[in-house]
């Protein structure tokens, strides 16, 4: 199939999402969900931005992988990205691993979960394949990197944050000449390269990967029947394209999007506790770092049919209220209080209980007289009368996940416990 000239080169390409990964960092937030379907924000999942981007930058072919806890990110599909029709052209493939090319190998790392799904991408009839991890938080256009990756003739193009050098090191990095043509490809490297012009600062990958399908199509072939290889795009792939071929950076910040609100590109990893709870508490500042109010580039998710939020009572220490705080759909804060907290749909709290920089996953109960501060909710716990949380370290740390700068997690089988040695 030849580029069309006049068409934008997003309705000429699919965006394949890999969305197996096991999310280990986020501890039991993962215990039943892999981590691209963890809530956040409110009203969405993880992976709703990856999805997004691509269906806004005028994508309309798409492919997920997954493999680990699949059910929960699998139904949320379902439920929420099943308005692409097959009649316009659009597609939507759940790509779970189910040994699909011998009865012994699930999907054995990034590249080969494309790589066994090969004959559904050509029945696509696309020129061009974007790879995106399904589990980062960012706003981007993925047509202007097309662009570039088919201006520069590049065999392949990574997405790349520009960090400063000292944080590089905890990422892939790469060193680009002055035309931001890669000339090495460093995983996580101790002394990371600076960039052309700018020595403070790197370069580092993103997980995203434009290829066109045909020579990405021959690389998997040949990949695929390597005894040798990890089957995996940085630790294979890409060196190898870096050190045989033409590989391209392409950076964040030329296709960013922004509302005008932003003051700087957006581009979140949340897979620990700490990250994911500061992203979403980030959301309730007055200016937050990240528009998700911006209706030129929205969020689709699910959009559950819900009533609207209420607060209930009014006298002193008693009055539902919220200040600097998100409260999503079928909330109801009854006579308690919430600060710089934000609230999934469907929570309760009832009276004299308060919230203080809390992430409350849909559904949460707070019961009456609860005090809870820097914590994370996971989705249908049920807080009991009376606890406190955030004031006692080690009491906290005793019946809960605690991480080292102070954020508690908590999921109902703690509290089980908890209850169950408290009598």
Not at 67 to 94: C, P, T, V
Not at 147 to 171: N, Y
Not at 209 to 217: G, I
Request: charged share 20%; aromatic share 10%; glycine share 8%.
């Amino acid at each position: 199939m030849q580029p069309k000239p006049n068409a934008r080169l997003s309705s000429q390409a699919m965006a394949f999402v890999l969305a197996g990964g096991r999310g280990s960092r986020l501890k039991e937030l993962t215990d039943f969900r892999a981590k691209p379907a963890v809530y956040f924000g409110g009203k969405t999942r993880i992976i709703d931005f990856a999805l997004s981007n691509a269906l806004n930058s005028g994508i309309r072919k798409m492919a997920i992988a997954t493999q680990y806890k699949a059910h929960s990110l699998i139904r949320h599909m379902q439920r929420g990205w099943g308005f692409l029709r097959a009649e316009r052209n659009e597609y939507l493939d759940i790509l779970p691993a189910s040994q699909r090319m011998d009865e012994t190998n699930w999907y054995r790392g990034t590249a080969d979960a494309i790589a066994q799904n090969i004959d559904i991408i050509d029945s696509y009839g696309i020129n061009y394949v974007v790879v995106l991890a399904g589990d980062h938080i960012y706003k981007m256009d993925y047509e202007i990197m097309l662009q570039q990756h088919v201006t520069s003739k590049a065999d392949v193009t990574i997405g790349c944050l520009t960090v400063p050098r000292e944080e590089a090191s905890a990422f892939g990095v790469m060193a680009v000449d002055a035309s931001l043509r890669i000339t090495q490809f460093l995983e996580k490297p101790k002394d990371p390269p600076g960039m052309p012009g700018d020595p403070t600062h790197a370069l580092a990958s993103m997980g995203i990967y434009v290829f066109d399908w045909k020579f990405l199509r021959a690389l998997l072939i040949e990949d695929m029947n390597n005894p040798n290889s990890t089957h995996d795009f940085g630790f294979d792939l890409i060196p190898a394209i870096v050190k045989g071929g033409k590989a391209m950076a392409h950076k964040f910040s030329d296709s960013c999007v922004t509302s005008g609100l932003e003051t700087e590109p957006y581009w979140r990893d949340v897979g620990t506790i700490d990250a994911f709870w500061q992203a979403n508490i980030d959301l309730t500042d007055f200016v937050p770092k990240l528009d998700i109010y911006d209706s030129s580039w929205p969020i689709w998710t699910y959009a559950e049919i819900v009533p609207p939020a209420k607060f209930i009572h009014d006298e002193d220490g008693r009055r539902g209220m919220a200040i600097s705080s998100l409260v999503s759909g079928d909330c109801i804060v009854s006579g308690s209080e919430v600060r710089n907290s934000l609230l999934f749909t469907g929570v309760r709290t009832h009276s004299y209980s308060s919230m203080e920089y809390v992430v409350a996953l849909p559904y949460v109960t707070v019961a009456r007289n609860a005090i809870l501060k820097n914590c994370v909710i996971d989705r249908g716990v049920n807080i009991p009368d009376g606890l406190v949380v955030g004031e006692d370290p080690e009491d906290d740390a005793k019946w809960f996940r605690r991480t080292e700068s102070g954020i508690v997690l908590i999921t109902q089988p703690m509290l089980d416990m908890r209850a169950a040695k408290l009598g």
